[in-house]
């Protein structure tokens, strides 16, 4: 393990004014993306829709790295050149889906772990040889008035922890991305308390499986009322509950937190990272690696057509700099009207 490039690796990803594009959607989560705009998710549909955006002009200024699948770190674009070569010639930094999916767990109804630890250590090499220098594994946990069980919470940090040391022992930078869903109409403080546990149990494991903190990455859950929920806590109350809670449960060594948007709006995401970033300054960067929050305007403008291909690229530029925004505290509603 080389820590020195695990940590620059770590801080290059959550650099000012950047964070991280998640493009890593499974085939079936494409599927769904592509089935909203009347599109068929065929392997050269699924390479132009991400050429697309990996070639945004600009868009190495907001963009730190993005998160790839299997499928696409092998995947070139039209021209024939990779599409990892098209975001390292930008300086943006390439990475690896590598869990395999939340599945059943088993004798606990609702709940869910993750797979994907067997044969980790090859598929790994093989990665960091395709230009990966960072990767993720997502963990999932259901709210409910029994749920997430002590079980789920400790098999998906035994788990994200062997995947983590995995990763450092590979030179590759390991995102530990913990989820707990907002579905259902649980109150904040039920969500503070949930991601708290969560937290708490994944920085043990971590801890007890030797991986080195400042040469990882964490991607959590903002502390939100349920979606359900019929009382909503404001923007503020949000960005209040949620640095609390991570002030509270993650170590200062860890470089920076990146949030996944997790159904929230578009907006509503950049929204809350602003407001956490004037409550700074925090221990930690505070960034995004949004998936839907940063792709979903220009999926809508693009809608499957070569000839919408500029639109397309003009709303995840746009989308990208307000993020970019937040990172600092600067964002304000009214650049949503801007023109890009
Ligand atoms: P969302 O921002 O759409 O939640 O996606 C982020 C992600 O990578 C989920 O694993």
Redesign the pocket.
Known sequence: MDIATLSATAEALVAPGKGIL?A?ESSGTIKKRFDSISTESTESNRRDYREMLFTAKGIAEYISGV?LFDETIRQTAADGTLLVKLLEDQGIIPGIKVDLGAKPLALSEGETVTEGLDGLRERLAEYRGLGARFA?W?ATYSISDALPSADCIDVNAHALARYAALCQEADIVPIV?P?VLMDGDHTIERSFQVTSDVLDALYEALYVQRVRLDGTLLKPNMVLSGYGASQQATVEEVAEATVRCFRAMVPSAVPGIVF????QSDELATAHLNAMNKLGPHPWQLSF?????LQAPALKAWKGESANVDAGRDAFLHRAKLNSAARSGSYTPDMEKAAS
Do not use: P, Q, T, V
């Open positions: 998640a890593d998160i993720k997502r991305e989820e996944l948007s997790g159904g690696s949004y998936g839907r929050a």
